[in-house]
C-alpha cells in the first residue's frame, strides 16, 4: 500500500492492455490515477482492481477522448479531486486492418481521429491545466512501431501513429518553455485484446489461416524472442513521468524487443 501521492494522472484507454497496466504503475509509484475510457464497466472494474492493489485514490470517468468537452471534463475532474494533473497519458487507439488498396476513408477518419486527433486535444487540454497550476507536468503519448514504419495492410492506423510521433514533436517544441515535457512511447506488438481482435480481422482477410499465426510470424522478427506483455510498456512510461526524464523531451522510445531497429 502506498499513501502517498506525487499528483494527478490521467490515463486514457486505461480500462483495458496497455493503458490498464500504465495505470497500475502509476498508482503504484504514488500518483492519484483517473481511468478516461469508454468501457464503464472495464473501467471501473479496473479502477477497483488498481485502487485496492496499491491504496491510492483511483478513479474512472467515461470519456470519449475524440470529444473535447469530456476531455476537459475528465481533466477538470483530476484538478479537484487530486489537487492538479501532472501527468497525461495518451494511450486510447485501436486498429482495423484494411488491404491498402482498399483502405477507406471511413476507417481513415476513424482510425486517425482517436489516435491522432485525441492525442493532440489531449496534449492540448492537460499542458492548459498543467500551464494554470504552474505544474512542471509530463506528456506521454503512445505511439506504436507503425509510425516508423508502415504496414501494408495497416495504412491509416500507420499513418497515425507517425501522426503521434509528430505531435510529440511539435507538443515539445510548443510546452518546453512551460517546463512541460512531451515523449512517446512506441510499442512492438504486445499481447492485449486489440491483438485478440487483429487477429480475427487478419484472418478475415485471408493474411492468416488460423489463431494465432499472424502474431507467430511477427514473433520471428523479434529479436528477444517474444512478443511484449502489457507490464513490458510500463517502466518507460513511468520514467517517461518522472525527474529522471527532465531533460527529455520530444522523444520516442521504441519498446518493440528489437523488432524494428528505427
Ligand atoms: N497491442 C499492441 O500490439 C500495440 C502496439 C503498439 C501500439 N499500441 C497502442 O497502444 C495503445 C493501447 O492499445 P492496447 O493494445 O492496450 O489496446 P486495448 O484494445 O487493449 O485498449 C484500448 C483501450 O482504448 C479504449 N478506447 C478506444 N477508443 C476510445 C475512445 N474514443 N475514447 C476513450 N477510450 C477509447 C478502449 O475502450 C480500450 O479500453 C493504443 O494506442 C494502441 O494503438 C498497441
Not at 87 to 112: D, R, T, Y
Not at 121 to 129: H, M, V
Request: hydrophobic share 45%.
Amino acid at each position: 500500500m502506498n499513501q502517498q501521492t506525487k499528483g494527478g494522472a490521467i490515463v486514457t484507454g486505461a480500462a483495458s492492455g496497455i493503458g490498464r497496466a500504465i495505470a497500475e504503475g502509476l498508482s503504484l509509484d504514488g500518483f492519484s490515477v483517473l481511468i478516461a475510457d469508454l468501457d464503464e464497466e472495464r473501467g471501473n472494474l479496473a479502477a477497483d482492481e488498481i485502487g485496492a492493489v496499491s491504496g491510492a485514490q483511483t478513479v474512472f470517468l467515461s470519456t470519449d477522448v475524440t470529444q473535447r468537452d469530456q476531455v476537459c471534463a475528465a481533466v477538470a475532474r483530476c484538478q479537484d479531486q487530486f489537487g492538479n494533473i501532472k501527468v497525461m497519458v495518451n494511450n486510447a487507439g485501436f486498429n482495423k486492418p484494411e488491404p491498402f488498396l482498399n483502405a477507406s476513408e471511413e476507417m481513415w477518419h476513424k482510425i486517425l481521429d482517436v489516435n491522432a486527433l485525441a492525442v493532440l486535444i489531449g496534449t492540448q487540454e492537460a499542458a492548459k491545466a498543467m500551464i494554470a497550476d504552474q505544474v512542471r507536468g509530463k506528456i506521454v503519448n503512445v505511439a506504436s512501431i507503425t509510425g516508423r514504419t508502415g504496414f501494408a495492410d495497416h495504412a491509416p492506423y500507420s499513418a497515425s501513429k507517425a501522426a503521434v510521433i509528430s505531435l510529440t514533436q511539435s507538443g515539445a517544441r510548443a510546452l518546453a518553455g512551460n517546463g512541460i515535457t512531451v515523449n512517446a512511447i512506441a510499442p512492438g506488438v504486445v499481447a492485449t485484446p486489440l491483438w485478440e481482435q487483429l487477429d480475427i480481422d487478419l484472418m478475415e482477410m485471408g493474411v492468416s489461416s488460423a489463431p494465432g499465426e499472424a502474431i507467430a510470424a511477427l514473433e520471428k522478427e523479434i529479436l528477444l524472442g517474444r512478443v511484449a506483455k502489457p507490464r513490458d510498456i510500463v517502466g518507460t512510461a513511468l520514467f517517461l513521468s518522472s525527474e529522471g526524464s527532465d531533460y527529455m523531451t520530444g522523444q520516442t522510445l521504441m519498446i518493440d524487443g528489437g523488432m524494428i531497429l528505427q
